[in-house]
């Protein structure tokens, strides 16, 4: 049974307003969200974190949010760019995990000028 | 910086077969580990190793062997290889501990055909 879920496989947005990807979790033991992105042909690269201390956190463009209550976490992008277009994991670890991470499934992310 | 590099880029192996996937870091980082994407299924922890000659089983070891003899490599061996591991396998590595200024840096992945 998969722990982490990104139940849209897709997101298409226009270029300059909001994308919102989601992802939900089961596991209440879970205290350190990330965000990968993935270009094709490439590994996946850091976006951005959150701890469970944490309900938002902020980068630029980007911010997570984080519902411990409903096990959901979120990723904005606004204003959204074509150079966004990307893979976008989720991913959770618990405690002192060393990088154990346990990933989502992707998004597959379009941003259309 | 070179980060974290993956050889080879692409293989093709039959059924039984038996391979090394290479991984090299050179961040001084203590913390490696393997992961494989699949459609639909994200990437799962094949193993991890939290320094030289510590290794342990992540979330689908099976098939898969590895050793880390240095901090920098941590290679990758498929014993028997088989249709089921035609995958895009990829190598991470971070400093030890999940902290804000820790995540994974991974190499750009290896992707592997059995046939």
């Known amino acids: 049974d998969q722990q982490v879920k990104q139940n849209s496989p897709s997101l298409s947005v226009q270029e300059g307003r909001i994308s919102i990807l989601n992802c939900d979790y089961t596991n209440s033991m879970f205290d350190y969200f990330l965000w990968y992105k993935k270009y094709p042909a490439e590994g996946p690269t850091f976006l951005i974190s959150i701890s469970s201390i944490k309900d938002k956190n902020e980068d630029g463009r980007f911010t997570v949010f984080l519902n411990k209550s409903a096990k959901h976490l979120s990723l904005h992008i606004v204003p959204s760019q074509p150079g966004d277009s990307a893979v976008y994991f989720c991913?959770?670890?618990?405690?002192?995990?060393?990088?154990?991470?346990?990933f989502g499934q992707g998004t597959i992310l379009t941003v259309h000028p | 910086n070179a980060g974290v590099t993956q050889t080879p880029k692409f293989q093709v192996l039959k059924t039984g077969q038996s391979m090394t996937l290479q991984c090299a870091q050179d961040?001084?980082?203590?913390?490696m580990s393997w992961y494989r994407q699949d459609p639909g299924m994200g990437l799962r922890l094949i193993h991890y190793?939290?320094?030289?000659?510590?290794?342990d089983q992540g979330e689908v070891p099976n098939g898969y062997n590895v050793s880390r003899s240095t901090t920098e490599d941590f290679p990758l061996r498929l014993l028997s290889a088989a249709p089921s591991q035609t995958s895009v396998y990829f190598c991470a590595s971070s400093y030890k501990g999940q902290g804000f200024n820790s995540p994974l840096h991974f190499g750009n992945g290896t992707r592997l055909t059995v046939t």
């Open positions: 190793s939290v320094g030289a000659g510590i290794t």
């Open positions: 991913a959770v670890a618990g405690g002192t995990s060393y990088g154990k991470l346990t």
């Open positions: 961040m001084n980082h203590e913390y």
